[in-house]
Each structure stands twice: as C-alpha cells, then as structure tokens.
C-alpha cells in the first residue's frame, strides 16, 4: 500500500522519514490503519499530504486522538453492558496475552501485595486475603478482542468504584493506570473506572482466578475491548498525565471502548 518515494528533505529528514516507514510497517499500526481509513479519506481529514510517508504517522496519530475524545463524549457512565444466563459461557474460555500459554506468569499469591500510588489518600498496599473481605460482586457478560474473536465468561470481584473511594483516589483525576506481572500496562478514563460494571476480579466462573486469565487479579470492564483489561495487576496509579499503554503506545485507539 506504501511506496517509498525520493523526496527531498532538509537536515535530518531522511532519518525522520526512516522513523515513519518502520512504524507504519508495524503489523499492529498498518491493522489499524486498514480498520480505521482509506490513505485517501486520511489525507482528506487532516489536510496533509500523503505524498510523503511521514505525514501518515501522524495522521493517524490524529486520528486516533480523535477517536478517543469522541468515544468519551458518547460513553454513558450509567448504561450497562449486555449479561448473559451462565448457559451461555463460553467453554473453554481463550486464553490471549502477548506471548503464548506456556509462558503464563506464575504469581504468588501469598506474597503478592497491591501496590497503590499517585492520587490516591491511603496508598497503603493490598494483600489477597484483604480484597477477599471487600464486597463482592459476579457478572457474566461479553469480552471482545479486537483480533477478531469474543467470548462470554463470568467474573467476579471487588466493584472498583467501591475500592477507589475506599483508598481515597481522587475521583475527578483524568486517569487510572496499571502495571502487570509481566510487562504488560495500560490505562483508562476515570468515567469507565467508577463504571457499575467494572471489577477487580478475583474469581472466573465461581473460582479463584485462574493464571491464565490473570492470578491473582485483573480488571474485567464490559465496556472496553479485550487489551484494555488488565491481568496480573501489580500496581495502580491515579494520575492526570496520560500514561498510554502496551498496545496503545503503538497505535491502538487508547479509549478502546467495545
Ligand atoms: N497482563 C496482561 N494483560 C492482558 C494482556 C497481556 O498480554 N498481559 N493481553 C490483553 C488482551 S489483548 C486480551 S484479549 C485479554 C485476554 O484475556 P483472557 O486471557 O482472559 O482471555 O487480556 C488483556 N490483558
Ligand atoms: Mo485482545
């Protein structure tokens, strides 16, 4: 689809120019591309020429921060994602992350603590059994991967909206980041985080979270695309400075709602 052409650019420009290429030649950003415009209506939008490859890094880069403030404008703290009857789970439920099955982090439980910091009042850390004694709540409902697959499963756990004004997390902050297990991180709107639906879960389908969707917790929101949800929570963070995330820092829709 994109032709290197010889253009002329003063100073670094060729290495600028080297930089955009690669990066539209990532899988993930050319996917994302190819969902999201034509090179044509790219061009049209922003007013840029695509007569030079690194003007379509950044026409996506607008792009998608378009998307993003869109999607929050229409995201209606109130309404519910749809629930399922436990007939309807998915069985087995699949397995995702960046790397396969085999290399799933094996955490340990009895010494794992929540870590918490940035914005919040009492940053003291979580210890399992003390999120265990927290109100709990189950829902079943649907997780859609932007891969191209979706699966119904039942989690269950700690509303987070309960939990953030219990630690004192300064509600009206821009944003709630997490750090995984592995390397994995992302982050979301404070709207979707205090949300009804969104848990901190600790069980799948009635038992403890299993390791391969995310021991000894993860963030289950129906209203975000799979990446969005978090597993092997670390660490939270409240904080108005965008933190991105794994595969939003390169390229997917940050907002991510499904
Ligand atoms: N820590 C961590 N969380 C992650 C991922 C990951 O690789 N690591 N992958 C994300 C993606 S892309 C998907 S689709 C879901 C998969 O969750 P599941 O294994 O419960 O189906 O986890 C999300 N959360
Ligand atoms: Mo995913």
Not at 77 to 104: C, K, Q, W
């Amino acid at each position: 689809m994109l032709k290197k052409k010889n253009i002329a650019m003063p100073g670094n420009g060729a290495a600028i120019l080297a930089d955009a290429i690669r990066q539209v030649a990532e899988p993930s950003r050319r996917a994302f591309l190819q969902r999201t415009l034509t090179l044509g209506g790219l061009s049209l939008l922003t007013g840029c020429s695509i007569s030079d490859d690194s003007s379509v890094e950044q026409a996506l880069g607008k792009v998608s921060q378009f998307n993003d403030k869109a999607q929050a404008l229409i995201f209606d703290p109130n309404r519910l994602a749809p629930t399922y009857p436990d007939s309807m789970i998915t069985r087995p439920f699949p397995f995702n992350a960046y790397y396969g099955v085999d290399e799933v982090r094996q955490v340990d439980g009895d010494a794992w603590r929540l870590e918490l910091s940035g914005l919040i009042a009492n940053r003291a850390p979580w210890s399992l059994a003390q999120l265990r004694h927290l109100p709990h709540s189950e829902q079943v409902t649907r997780h859609i991967c932007v891969e191209g697959w979706s699966a119904i499963g039942k989690w269950g756990g700690v509303p987070f909206s309960y939990f953030l004004r219990r630690i004192g997390a300064d509600l009206s902050a821009k944003y709630v980041g997490f750090k995984c297990a592995d390397d994995y991180y992302t982050s979301i709107d404070m709207p979707t985080a205090l949300h009804p639906q969104t848990l901190m879960a600790l069980t799948y389908d009635g038992k403890t979270l299993p390791p391969e969707y995310g021991y000894p917790m993860k963030l289950r929101m129906p209203t975000k695309l799979g990446y969005k949800n978090p597993k092997h929570i670390q660490a939270i963070y409240v904080t108005n400075k965008y933190p991105g995330g794994y595969w939003e820092d390169q390229g997917y829709n940050w907002f991510g709602g499904s």
